[in-house]
């Protein structure tokens, strides 16, 4: 017998060519070409799962026979299956499951025989449903008890792991007909150059009625081959038309006919009972009932469904061998009349972001993200109290976080990112100094939500700092892999070329969750699983501090000014309704009789640089200049409110302590006391009254509603966004610079 060798490099050795069985296993080494393996023994080991309680009852060293009875192309699809994922680094195999699965094909071969006349020639002609139910029976008749729920379900991701690699690598069946459609196994499929959903599969098996299975194959596959679909749209279809469109035709009997009827009036009275379905609590999963936006997706794409195939009768019927597709009418394009329907809203996600403080607190809980798993990592909490995390092993998710936070990329983007990509900026050389504030390189990343758009920023040296030690952590870790992305997934490398999934990601933020009671200043908990708030708050950020517009919008990636334009709407509403919340008071701590909103139009009016004060607002007519110098606590046209409480009592301060050196000054130089009848020290009595009065004032609000008073007119400030975000972008860069271990 050959000796096992360790798998090709994976970056030299090229995806398997799809084909005939013999193409396939004519590929398959001589030392794996039986299922018996030295399952404890390397090379085998790489690819079974160590189980204790199977080792018990199995020699370590004697070699596990996984032969069923059966056909021999039977054990043979196994070998190459078993061989295929060692080789492509698809997957570990529990040897308990494979155990149970070879015990259980002579019966569901038996079945297959029975149900259809003829011996199955190979796995790929079983239905994996029926597997898995045989299964079952054999648990049942060897243990005297049903299966456990997990073990169904275990068994039934190896019945279907097995069967899929079987159907499309080793059979040119097209890969429209097969029942599962999944990027990772058949790269005939048509996708984008990057897909983000790459890990999710169609699944058209369990569709009923067959009409409408065989309607979704047809509509679905031209709508990919034809780029009207992006793939995570068309699963989207075939996920929410299956469930729901498929439920309401079962259990209205109709089974057979996919028109349902060619009468109009008929037909219109179906689906409004189909809509009156949609709107019930019986095609609700997680909540009562469907939202009213869901409802209306679910609408269009029954709509979009019916449409295509009237549009492609002909078509349709010859594919889907169903004739009666040749029969459908011009009244299945308006399935509901206009006063039914669907009325999609634009959806637009709610603008929250992180306030400053609560992100410089999260960012400190990246450490327990990163750590290595069990290992211990001391935290100080905001109130000065110490605590102790275990590590959660995800040193990734915590550098794919942060550069979110940095860089406001949305997850996509991120976890999509080339393994190098940075691109240098012409003429600019990488500094030496680690300035962290010197743009040293464009990022490029993958745009996938909209098209048309530049899909590079500008970074700076702590973002391609970051980005070097994921480089450096994927060499150490991988040695002998060659990744085409930067992340990876937490298993199944599947060669480096595929990026790590969103869902394991947010999985690993989850636990991060689960970890902390970190709380904004409301009470609600900070959830590191929302992640597009790093976007907002980067937006809001760059807002803040007087980005011009359209450059937000660049390096936001906005094809139009739109959505961009929300975001500063946003701000806008968010400060005026601030600015508003607090009652203004004048010189001297007297009311003010100008309207709070009156105030705030003229502040935004007079927002020129000779207008802003650091103790409130000025409410001179905006074509008015000042001359009375540094004379605001005094002036008729002054106004403060509590948010600059602080900075009042700081003058305060300030003036008294200048007062005091002042006198001391002239005592030493004179010998003499500097009277009260001086006029600058009359001038400063006069504003030091004044602050007392405004000071007391603000402080009797015990409510914290505000009050009106003289304070400084900077008639551009953002009393509550511009605090809160301020600094969210050099915390992450501060965090982004510390130093980490190496294990990270």
Not at 79 to 95: G, N, S, Y
Not at 108 to 130: K, M, Q, V
Not at 565 to 582: G, I, M, P, Q, V
Not at 666 to 685: K, P, T
Request: charged letters at 25%.
């Amino acid at each position: 017998m050959t000796t096992p060798t360790d798998p090709p490099a994976p970056t030299l050795a090229p995806a398997p060519a799809l084909g005939s069985w013999a193409t396939q296993w004519a590929q398959v080494p001589e030392a794996w070409r039986r299922p018996i393996y030295a399952i404890y023994s390397a090379p085998f080991d790489q690819v079974f799962l160590r189980n204790q309680f199977y080792l018990q009852a199995h020699r370590a060293g004697a070699g596990h026979d996984f032969t069923p009875e059966a056909p021999a192309r039977f054990g043979d699809e196994i070998a190459w299956w078993v061989w295929t994922c060692w080789d492509q680094q698809l997957r570990k195999i529990e040897p308990s499951l494979l155990a149970w699965l070879t015990r259980t094909l002579p019966a569901a071969i038996a079945e297959h025989r029975a149900r259809t006349g003829r011996a199955p020639a190979s796995i790929a002609d079983l239905d994996p449903n029926a597997v898995l139910r045989q299964a079952v029976l054999t648990f049942q008749r060897r243990n005297m008890r049903l299966p456990s729920a997990g073990s169904r379900r275990n068994i039934r991701h190896v019945i279907e792991h097995l069967h899929l690699w079987v159907s499309v690598r080793c059979t040119d069946t097209p890969w429209w007909e097969h029942d599962i459609w999944d990027l990772r196994t058949d790269p005939r499929i048509p996708r984008r150059d990057h897909e983000p959903r790459h890990d999710t599969a169609v699944r058209l098996r369990d569709i009923e009625p067959a009409w409408l299975r065989e309607g979704l194959r047809f509509w679905l596959r031209s709508a990919l081959t034809y780029d009207l679909l992006v793939w995570s749209s068309a699963a989207d279809r075939a996920r929410n038309l299956g469930s729901q469109l498929g439920r309401f035709a079962r259990d209205h009997g109709y089974h057979d006919d996919p028109l349902i009827s060619t009468d109009p009036d008929q037909l219109r009275t179906v689906f409004l009972d189909y809509l009156e379905y949609l709107r019930s609590p019986a095609a609700a999963t997680q909540s009562e009932h469907l939202t009213a936006d869901t409802v209306a997706t679910l609408q269009a794409q029954t709509q979009a469904f019916y449409t295509f195939m009237h549009d492609n009768a002909a078509d349709a019927a010859t594919a889907t061998a169903n004739p009666r597709w040749r029969d459908i009418t011009l009244t299945h394009t308006a399935l509901w009349s206009p006063l039914h329907a669907p009325k999609q809203r634009r959806r637009e996600r709610e603008l929250t972001w992180y306030a400053t403080a609560d992100l410089q607190r999260m960012l400190t809980y990246l450490d327990v993200l990163a750590a290595p798993a069990g290992h211990k990592v001391v935290l100080t909490k905001a109130d000065g109290t110490i605590t102790v995390a275990a590590g959660l092993g995800d040193p990734q998710a915590a550098r794919i976080w942060l550069l979110q936070a940095l860089t406001g990329r949305r997850a996509s983007e991120i976890l999509m990112l080339d393994h190098d990509p940075l691109q240098a900026i012409p003429g600019q050389e990488r500094p030496t100094d680690g300035d962290p504030d010197t743009f040293v390189a464009r990022l490029r990343y993958q745009q996938t939500k909209v098209d048309d758009v530049i899909p590079t920023i500008l970074v700076v040296q702590a973002i391609v700092d970051i980005i070097t030690e994921q480089q450096s952590w994927l060499k150490t870790t991988y040695p002998d892999l060659a990744p085409r992305y930067l992340f990876l997934g937490v298993k199944n490398q599947h060669r480096g070329q595929q990026p790590r999934s969103y869902n394991t990601y947010r999985t690993s933020l989850a636990k991060l969750d689960d970890c902390h009671d970190l709380t904004d200043s409301a009470g609600r908990p900070l959830r590191f699983t929302q992640t597009h708030r790093l976007r907002h708050t980067r937006a809001t950020e760059l807002l803040n501090d007087g980005v011009p517009f359209h450059v937000v919008q660049r390096y936001l990636g906005h094809k139009s000014p739109e959505m961009t334009a929300r975001y500063a709407a946003t701000l806008a509403a968010t400060a005026e309704a601030e600015f508003l919340k607090h009652k203004k008071i004048g010189a001297n701590g007297t009311d003010i009789s100008i309207s709070p909103s009156d105030i705030y139009e003229m502040t935004q009016l007079g927002a020129r640089t000779d207008r802003i004060l650091p103790n409130g607002v000025c409410l001179l007519p905006p074509l008015k200049h000042c001359d009375k110098g540094n004379a605001c606590l005094g002036c008729g046209h002054f106004a403060t409110d509590a948010t600059h409480l602080n900075e009042l009592r700081q003058q305060h301060a300030a003036t008294e302590a200048l007062l005091a050196a002042r006198r001391d000054q002239y005592r030493r130089r004179s010998g003499r006391e500097l009277g009260e009848d001086n006029i600058w020290v009359i001038e400063r009595r006069r504003e030091l009254r004044s602050l007392e009065a405004i000071i007391e004032r603000l402080s009797a609000t015990a409510d914290q509603e505000a009050v009106s008073g003289a304070g400084t007119g900077a008639g551009r400030r953002l009393p509550l966004l511009q605090i809160q975000t301020r600094g969210a972008h050099q915390s992450a860069l501060d965090k982004a610079q510390q130093p980490r271990t190496t294990d990270q």
